[in-house]
């Protein structure tokens, strides 16, 4: 039967391998690229110690990315990680626009282009979760599944799923480390916590990090806000 | 109107389905490969969705195995699945991060791609609220499971063609205790060729999708996703 169906289809065309690997010469060193790139991007972050500064757009700016935007520069001093406990901000983060989207940026945190950010809450110590921009995408998230508490996540490695219909959603690991706590206030009510408030209490877990230069090559606002503005553009 | 692959697979085990697929959505996550449309049959095999529970398989593991059915776990979404030769499969590995809309859409437009096809065959199927993919007469003849990676998706569409039904009845269908499959053979009461639903397929895909299917070999597929993989471990 199958090969009835092969037949069905007629002639198959011929490609060289560098037609259908189209760039199979940047994949060979892909990886390496891409952390140049990355790190370039981010060489304006300064890495974290006790305290944390970040250059961030203002607050509730429309960003358009051919005209230069004032920055403004925070200074937040971090709790130490012995003992730290993250607790479910009360305040609603200050944000920026996605151009053309009706998301937004919160521009305390970082991000990774795979639409989930990453807060700097404690000493070496970072809150993770999804942005708005996925949660928007995702619509009614029904299920989450995160890694508990004390597993050992590899930056780039798988995180968790979330199921949406019938579509599960895989989420990589935005940094390496362990995981210390894990927000199972969620499951509460998955669409309150995380579709209604991504970046307060829709906070997943927070990660003691192994490899704190990681931090630098995480996308900061303005940039995860331009990848954005231009992919809905 | 955007370029797509499409590769006919013929006969494949799940097992090494789903292994080429998570190849293939590696590649295209690093803009390796432009998306593909993988089309296959699969031997009897019941796979089992990241939620699924195993007491929807309603036959003893002795009886599988003398009908010649295979279990498999799937990361998809969904539950309990049956496939099965006379079944088409459709993967489409599709970058959809560049897309404007929500991932429920995607799912809508495959629905489209199952919904158009069925029309073609003369059958006027539908979507039910309470249930997914496609039933026609409170039976379902496409199941819809999705896994999306990076913004790129795999897993997706199964039409029945022309299964040999009773083999459905190995499980409780998507989980739905008493749902019966059917299929377009079963439907219009003749034979179909699998080969004119496929071509079928293609076209309404192209449109619904707005892409540009490309035909490519099983063989350049399987061999460049290996040789892809095997380099990048260098």
Not at chain 1, 71 to 89: E, H, K, N, S
Not at chain 1, 136 to 146: A, G, K, P, R
Request: aromatic share 6%; proline share 6%; with cysteine.
């Amino acid at each position: 039967m199958s090969g009835n169906l092969k037949n069905r289809l007629g002639k198959v065309k011929k490609l060289s391998r560098r037609q259908f690997l189209k760039n199979a010469s940047l994949f060979m060193g892909g990886a390496a690229v891409s952390s140049i790139a990355l790190t370039t991007a981010c060489s304006s972050s300064n890495g974290t110690t006790t305290s944390d500064t970040q250059t961030t757009t203002p607050p509730n700016s429309t960003t358009n990315t051919s005209t230069p935007t004032p920055t403004i520069t925070t200074t937040t001093t971090l709790p130490p990680a012995v003992g730290f406990v993250y607790v479910t901000p009360t305040e609603p983060p200050p944000k920026m626009e996605i151009p053309g989207c009706t998301t937004s940026t919160a521009t305390d945190r970082k991000y990774i282009i795979e639409h989930m950010w990453i807060k700097m809450v404690a000493e070496d110590v970072v809150a993770v979760g999804i942005t708005e921009k996925m949660s928007e995408l995702m619509d009614l998230i029904y299920t989450m599944d995160l890694p508990n508490v004390g597993t050992i996540l590899q930056k780039g490695g798988l995180f968790g799923y979330a199921t949406a219909g019938k579509m599960n959603v895989e989420f990589v690991s935005p940094v390496s480390g362990e995981v210390l706590q894990k927000n199972n206030e969620i499951y509460i009510d998955l669409g309150m916590m995380i579709n209604a408030d991504p970046y307060v209490k829709g906070w997943l877990v927070t990660i003691k990090l192994t490899n704190p230069e990681e931090w630098d090559e995480l996308l900061t606002p303005q940039e995860y806000t331009d990848l954005n503005s231009k992919v809905t553009g | 109107m955007t370029h797509c692959w499409m590769c006919n697979l013929g006969l494949m085990p799940y097992k090494e389905a789903q292994e080429l697929q998570h190849r293939l959505i590696t590649l295209r996550y690093k803009n390796i490969i432009d998306d593909i449309l993988l089309l296959l049959e699969h031997p009897p095999t019941i796979t089992l969705g990241r939620f699924a529970n195993p007491k929807n398989i309603l036959v003893s593991q002795d009886e599988l195995k003398r009908r010649g059915i295979t279990v498999y776990p799937s990361d998809r979404a969904g539950e309990t699945t049956f496939h099965c030769p006379g079944q088409l499969v459709v993967y489409p590995i599709m970058d959809i991060s560049h897309r404007v809309g929500r991932l429920r859409e995607f799912i809508h437009c495959l629905e489209e791609v199952a919904l158009k096809t069925l029309i073609h065959f003369g059958i006027s199927a539908g979507r039910l609220p309470e249930h997914p993919g496609i039933w026609k007469h409170g039976k379902q003849i496409a199941a819809i499971g999705l896994l999306v990676s990076r913004g790129v998706t795999m897993h997706g569409l199964s039409l029945n063609v022309n299964p040999n039904l009773n083999d459905f009845k190995v499980i409780n269908l998507c989980g739905l205790p008493g749902k019966e499959a059917t299929s377009i053979t079963t439907l219009i009461d003749h034979n179909v060729d699998i080969g004119d639903v496929i071509t079928c397929t293609q076209d309404t895909f192209s449109e619904v999708f707005d892409v540009d299917l490309e035909t490519i070999s099983t063989e350049q597929v399987m061999g460049d996703s290996y040789a892809a993989e095997s380099a990048s471990m260098v």
